[in-house]
């Protein structure tokens, strides 16, 4: 099989490589891949948001199965257009992938069948949007209504923070046309947990369970990012809790979406919110989470090109999804200044990281340059390591993140400290 893989980030590497270990799979291309995807895959310099682009290159390299991974893509309609022209794919439709494209979608989603979620508010006019904000008791959160690469929400302590959140996205234009539109929502409290979920619009089946660190310092502390670092499983996500999530939140919202016409097939990511209430939806995303799939595929024993195949074709249900033992732990590795400006084009010096047992180091932002790796983006790798509990998975993702070294290097050094 020629098997197409679209973006150029550390999910699409941890997906390229499993991918990989299909015996099934010739042939792998990657667009546009990364300095990592390349030792897997052909690369090639076309951007996960050129559909046209793509769409020609998956007639001319005879593609069979294509994965659709990046959120951009997704909400552009890649995986429409590629199954128009009889490329099967992993992904969601542009009409069940705005489950995450626009969050007012989703709230009202939520609110329509009754999934539980955070109170909220939606607004178009800035005047009324501070009205609100003055009115409200802080903490409350701000978010861009589209994509935002992660970085649409806030999380304001007091009046003025929420402030000049409004103001960037709706006056300043931060994220484009996805801040003409907001909502502002109470801020809830607990332990997160991220859920990752196969589902074929008929079989939902959760993956192991993780936590994402958002913050971009020590501490939980300073602006939100993409994510600096992942542990798996969650030690707060319980079969009590994962028992209520199926029955309240996972096929409900399955089910919501076929009712609403927008049948969901692919990776479905649940970010949830363990409040005194009980689980909360803080957002859905329509693909595998980044770092997140990271931390969670290197714990996956079902290969996952028949997964996604499966997904695909609504076989689901025949194939049994298994998960090892142990726990894993991701540490980013990122740029100074990120997720602000920062510098790029350092050479990386991966020391003897990557012959270490256990420890596995994935591409984000990197590419090939004279025959070295350097840094090309804000998050540069993803350093994972598996062990029998998480403890061991800790030291032994740290013990390798202080073997590499690239100029501004800096990641946090609490993930998984509970």
């Known amino acids: 099989m020629n098997i197409l893989i679209i973006g150029g980030g550390g999910r699409e590497h941890v997906i390229t490589k499993y991918i990989a270990r299909n015996p099934k799979v010739s042939k792998i291309y990657a667009l546009p891949g990364n300095g990592g995807i390349s030792t897997l895959a052909e690369c090639f310099p076309v951007s996960a948001e050129d559909i046209g ?8 390299h005879a593609i069979d199965f294509a994965v659709v991974a990046p959120d951009d893509p997704l909400a552009m309609g890649a995986v429409d257009r590629l199954e128009e022209i009889g490329v099967k794919c992993f992904g969601p439709t542009q009409k069940a992938a705005q489950i995450e494209s626009s969050k007012v979608f989703a709230k009202s989603l939520m609110s329509k069948y009754g999934i539980p979620t955070a ?53 300043d234009k931060s994220f484009g046309a996805s801040g003409e539109r907001i909502i502002i929502e109470e801020c809830l409290t607990g332990p997160e947990v991220t859920v990752l979920a196969f589902t074929d619009g008929k ?54 979406m076929n009712q609403e016409g927008r049948t969901f097939k692919g990776c479905l990511y649940f970010g949830l ?5 009980g689980p909360k939806v803080i957002e859905y995303n329509c693909r595998f989470g980044d770092p997140e799939a990271e931390a969670v595929l290197p714990l996956m024993e079902t290969d996952l090109l028949d997964v996604m195949m499966a997904v695909r074709d609504e076989r689901l249900a025949e194939v049994p999804v298994k ?12 740029s100074a200044g990120y997720p602000a ?8 010096d991966f020391g003897d990281a990557e012959d270490m047992a256990g420890v596995e180091i994935f591409h984000a932002g990197t590419k090939l340059e004279a025959g070295n790796v350097v840094t090309s983006g804000g998050r540069v790798l993803a350093v994972n390591a598996v062990a029998d509990n998480l403890e061991s998975a800790r030291a032994l993702a740290y013990e390798a ?16 400290a509970l």
């Open 401 to 416: 993140v202080g073997k590499i070294s690239f100029e501004g290097m800096r990641y946090r050094s609490d993930i998984g």
């Open 323 to 334: 998960f090892r033992d142990g726990a894993s732990c991701c540490v980013v590795c990122a």
């Open 273 to 277: 919110m363990l409040t005194d209430d």
């Open 119 to 171: 109170r909220y508010e939606v607004f178009t006019d800035i005047d009324k949007a501070l009205s609100h904000a003055a009115l409200s008791d802080c903490p409350i959160v701000i978010k861009a209504d589209g994509l935002a690469k992660g970085k649409g929400v806030t999380v304001a302590e007091n009046f003025q923070q929420a402030r000049d959140a409004i103001m960037s996205c709706m006056k």
């Open 341 to 348: 400006k920062y510098l790029t084009g350092y050479t990386i």
């Open 203 to 256: 079989t939902v089946v959760p993956m192991m369970s993780s936590m994402d660190h958002k913050r971009a310092y020590d501490g939980n502390k300073g602006p939100n990012t993409g994510g600096m670092g992942v542990i798996a499983p969650n030690p707060y996500y319980t079969p009590e809790i994962a028992a209520y999530c199926m029955t309240h939140i996972f096929l409900p919202t399955i089910s919501a």
């Open 53 to 60: 682009g793509i769409v020609s290159f998956a007639k001319s």
